[in-house]
T-cell receptor
Framework: DSGVTQTPKHLITATGQRVTLRCSPRSGDLSVYWYQQSLDQGLQFLIQ???????AKGNILERFSAQQFPDLHSELNLSSLELGDSALYFCASSVTSGGVVYTDTQYFGPGTRLTVL | AQSVTQPDIHITVSEGASLELRCNYSYGATPYLFWYVQSPGQGLQLLLK??????LVQGIKGFEAEFKRSQSSFNLRKPSVHWSDAAEYFC????????????FGAGTILRVKS
């Protein structure tokens, strides 16, 4: 158990709908990352938040957005869903203390499996 | 751009045999390298990491990896494989030029035959 929790575990929805995935980082971790794992794209970085602010953005679609709240949990919002959005969405967290971040280790949650029908 | 190549999509080894999973990276500066394992239906578990220092790093579950700068490689090894090691293994490099994202390889699926 990494200490990172994600809900829900599974989500089945229809095209055009909107869903919210939730992530709670490990206690004390300030950074949250979202990754998408799909058969055709593999594991892709979506976005990183640090202490409530966006730190880095990957190939995240405009239909997707995220935020990190004052209690450090994060939500990934996916809207106007398409069949191709079906994937496993992982959240990870790391300490990212105020100094050097290069030695950060990311700990992953169990993932949310999204199925768009 | 940073990239990671895992040349083997599938590998099958016999239980008790040794294992080596290959990983090559492309990164301009000193790389920060990781190996993660994903069991079916599970999240990613960190096996080991390399930041600096000794190029042979030890991880959990009896795994080790060796960083070879000259070959841009970070291969994962285990001297004796157990049936419970069957899983998918991902090599990753930390992209420090842009936040702290991980760039993953495509993964290698390990099958263990008895």
């Amino acid at each position: 158990d990494s200490g990172v929790t994600q809900t829900p575990k599974h989500l089945i929805t229809a095209t055009g709908q909107r869903v919210t995935l939730r992530c709670s980082p490990r206690s004390g971790d300030l950074s949250v990352y979202w990754y998408q794992q799909s058969l055709d794209q593999g594991l892709q970085f979506l976005i990183q938040y640090y202490n409530g602010e966006e730190r880095a953005k990957g190939n995240i679609l405009e239909r997707f957005s995220a935020q990190q709240f004052p209690d450090l949990h994060s939500e990934l919002n996916l809207s106007s869903l398409e069949l191709g959005d079906s994937a496993l969405y992982f959240c990870a967290s790391s300490v990212t203390s105020g100094g050097v971040v290069y030695t950060d280790t990311q700990y992953f949650g169990p993932g949310t499996r999204l199925t768009v029908l | 751009a940073q990239s990671v190549t895992q040349p083997d999509i599938h590998i099958t080894v016999s239980e008790g045999a040794s294992l080596e999973l290959r990983c090559n990276y492309s990164y301009g500066a000193t790389p920060y390298l990781f190996w993660y394992v994903q069991s079916p239906g599970q999240g990613l578990q960190l096996l080991l990491k390399y930041f600096s220092g000794d190029t042979l790093v030890q991880g959990i579950k009896g795994f080790e990896a060796e960083f070879k700068r000259s070959q841009s490689s970070f291969n994962l090894r285990k001297p004796s494989v157990h049936w419970s090691d069957a899983a998918e293994y991902f090599c990753a490099v930390g992209d420090m030029e842009y936040g702290n994202k991980l760039v993953f390889g495509a993964g290698t699926i390990l099958r263990v035959k008895s």
